[in-house]
């Protein structure tokens, strides 16, 4: 495990005590530790890699968890003030954003620097913006590697966080222990607008702007998700998701939430299910890791990549089934 001294000598000692500063909680240390995972360079994937072997065994202990909401829903409002209230309560929280979407977008969710300028100030909290990315998988596994060094860096809280659209919402509830999903009051219409698929990965449903002339509607919108989830086979017998609302603008309702959070570990701990979904995270990164890196292994492959494209044609072409495509270019892979 620990086999970092053993790699390159020259960059072994400069990681070894940035490992250490890590530990130590230091939070500059902890943004170039992320800054290298981050790195495209192969030297520095080296270092990384090792740096986070190093400090697995020291990840863990944080609660993970997810919110996701559609832009516009509340979420860096929600997430500032939840955030001030734990460092308040002398918590360490760090937030961290899965957003493959930022390049496109022209700046990541979380770019924007006026966002949770107040909790960025805090010293007991800890905010990095999404890097832009080209796949979501690619920026799935910084987020997830970020996440494992803000936990060895002694973070009680690790908020991970996405917009509502897409696939992202997937990843994140693939990498969170409890997964909360922030509903502005839209009434009936947004129960349909919103993905069925999303609101089954949700653990806690929260609408927010429970406030001023939105309370009632607020209100209204929660009754109808507490019926909808009803209708849906919870994930564990351990939890029914549970809907709640509040008014991050206000600050209401927010200790309820949290406790919400922390009911959903507690009945996932009961069980012993809290450990069993982590190892099934884990062995899914494994997976995902798997395949992304055969991918890139065929890429990189010249004869490969000529396979590949006429494969591709011939798929496209209606000649061949996309199945024995896969077969034939697997099968030179493995001759390879
Ligand atoms: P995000 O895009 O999901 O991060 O949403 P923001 O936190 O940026 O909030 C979007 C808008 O909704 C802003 O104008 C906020 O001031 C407003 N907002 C956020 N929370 C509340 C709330 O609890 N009540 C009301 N009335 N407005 C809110």
């Known amino acids: 495990m620990n086999d970092a001294d053993t790699h390159d000598a020259r960059s072994a000692r400069p990681l070894v005590d940035l490992a250490a500063a890590v530990r130590r909680g230091e939070r500059r240390a902890l943004a170039r ?16 890699e090792a740096m986070l072997e190093r400090l697995l065994p020291h990840a863990g ?13 509340g979420k860096s409002t929600f997430i500032e003030e939840l955030g001030l209230r734990l ?6 929280v760090a937030v961290l954003a899965v957003d493959p979407s930022s390049r496109r977008s022209g700046g990541s969710i979380l770019g924007d620097k006026t966002r949770m300028a107040r909790l960025g100030r805090e010293p007991l909290a800890f905010i990095r913006p999404s890097p832009a990315g080209e796949t979501l998988g690619g920026v799935a596994r910084r987020t997830r590697e970020a996440g494992l060094l803000c936990e060895a860096a002694g973070f009680d809280v690790v908020v991970i966080e996405t917009v509502g659209v897409g696939q992202s919402e997937t990843a994140v509830a693939e990498m969170v222990d409890s997964f909360l999903l922030l509903l502005s009051p839209g009434g009936g219409d947004e129960l349909q607008g919103i993905k069925r698929g999303i609101v089954e990965l949700a653990d806690l449903i929260v609408v927010n702007k429970a406030d001023g002339a939105l309370r009632s509607a607020a209100m209204l919108a929660a009754r109808d998700y507490a019926n909808a989830v009803r ?3 919870p994930a564990t017998a351990a939890w029914t998701p549970r809907v709640l609302t509040c008014s991050a603008l206000e600050g209401e309702g927010l200790d309820e939430v949290w406790q919400g959070v922390l009911d959903h570990r507690a009945a996932l701990e009961a069980d012993g299910l809290l450990q069993r979904r982590r190892e099934r995270q884990a062995r899914s990164w494994l997976w995902s890791e798997v395949q992304a890196a055969l991918a890139h292994a065929l890429r990189s492959d010249d004869g490969s990549r000529r396979l590949m494209r006429e494969l591709e044609d011939a798929t496209a072409a209606g000649r061949l089934l996309p199945t024995r495509a896969a077969e034939r270019l697997l099968a030179t892979f493995r001759r390879a």
């Open 33 to 48: 530790a992320i800054t290298r995972i981050e790195s495209l360079r192969h030297d520095h994937q080296a270092e990384a």
């Open 61 to 73: 202990s944080a609660i993970r968890l997810g919110i996701s909401g559609a832009p516009g829903a």
């Open 87 to 92: 460092t308040a309560a002398g918590k360490r």
């Open 231 to 233: 209708f849906l086979r």
